[in-house]
């Protein structure tokens, strides 16, 4: 779980680093032969090693490399009528045995050796499309566990062990390291005419249905009352306003007992696996003073929903909000509404 983060005219940079015990030579052929991609890439390669060769990803039968545990599944694929889904890419660097980089349709793979001792250090990095759920920033908490996962069977394969198999426990413990090093999990707020709006989004690897069914069980919400998995300590929920399964929901919230604003979940389908979930919250500008603290509780209750659907326990979000509601805080500092209200 050494993966760093940059962001590069808009795009997600993933670098991973791997001392490995054996001579470039030999890692050489393991990283770009694609016979024996076959055991740790996330799908079958058809290509000739040469620069400004075609290359063909094909996602016709598992390969080992599946090891990305439901994280790495390719960007946009194509299908033919009678062939399996497949994607196009093009080799661009090729140096043998230091440097191997490619294009995989809109995402930029590049692999570089370098000699330690009677081994190598890898420097594998991935540069994401930066756009779509396949390549966006939040997509991140899915591709940095899933490369990890890749590596890991290329790791096995070179030193002659079984390729691991990660288990949900496996993928949830990297998912969490990722999100909480790069903030993934947060919330932002952005000032509207007549307050603010605090927003989540979150990659989940499980579906629509499944994440509906574990915010709102499995007989759904009642009219009359907002489910526990929709609100949290520091929230007077009020009625729910909207119901749209396995969608949406929304409610209003409450101050002191009048009602001010609204909180909706939203789900979507995204590519390639899982949905995504959109979490808003609207706060009138004379309650401002409320945004840094209502972020730190919605942080800490997703991460409690994130580690449910990946089948952990967890603590109660409660009590867990001062030390993020800080630092809220210190960021909201002088965030004003647009509007009149804010004069």
């Not at 694609?34 to 079958?44: D, I, K, L, Y």
């Not at 594998?124 to 890991?152: H, I, Q, Y």
């Not at 994440?211 to 489910?227: F, I, K, N, Q, Y």
């Not at 959109?278 to 009138?284: E, R």
């Amino acid at each position: 779980m050494n993966a760093d983060l940059d962001i590069v005219d808009g795009r997600p940079v993933l670098r991973f680093e791997r001392e490995l015990a054996h001579p470039p030579q030999k890692v050489w052929h393991a990283v770009t032969d694609p016979g024996e991609m076959s055991h740790w890439f996330p799908a079958a390669v058809s290509t000739e090693l040469r620069i400004g060769a075609r290359m063909r990803f094909d996602f016709g039968e598992p390969p080992a490399g599946e090891a990305a545990a439901g994280g790495v599944e390719g960007p946009d694929v194509a299908e033919g009528p009678d062939a399996a889904p497949y994607a196009d890419g093009e080799i661009l660097e090729l140096d043998p045995p230091r440097v191997y980089a490619f294009r995989w349709t809109d995402e930029l793979y590049r692999l570089e050796l370098l000699p330690r001792g009677a081994g190598c250090l890898l420097v594998f990095t991935v540069t994401l499309s930066g756009t779509g759920t396949v390549g966006d920033l939040p997509s991140v908490a899915r591709n940095a566990p899933g490369w990890d996962g890749c590596l890991d069977a290329l790791t096995a394969r070179l030193d002659g062990q079984p390729v691991p198999q990660p288990t949900p426990a496996w993928f949830l413990a990297h998912a969490e390291h990722y999100v909480d090093r790069f903030g993934l999990g947060e919330g932002t707020a952005t000032t509207t005419a007549d307050g603010y709006l605090l927003r989540f989004e979150r990659d989940l690897i499980q579906s629509v249905p499944q994440v509906w069914s574990c915010l709102t069980g499995d007989a759904g919400p009642r009219a009359e009352r907002v489910p526990g998995s929709c609100t949290h300590e520091h929230l007077e929920a009020g009625a729910i306003t909207a119901v749209e399964p396995p969608h949406a929901l929304a409610y209003g919230w409450c101050h002191d007992g009048v009602p001010v604003g609204t909180v909706r979940f939203a789900l979507r389908e995204q590519e390639p696996i899982g949905c995504r979930l959109v979490l808003t919250q609207t706060v009138p500008a004379g309650l401002g003073g409320l945004c840094a603290t209502a972020l730190a509780a919605w942080q800490a209750h997703l991460e409690v929903l994130f580690a449910t659907l990946n089948g952990a326990t967890r603590s109660p979000a409660e009590g867990r909000t001062a030390a993020p509601a800080a630092g809220y805080a210190r960021r909201l500092i002088g965030l004003q509404p647009t509007g009149p209200t804010g004069d």
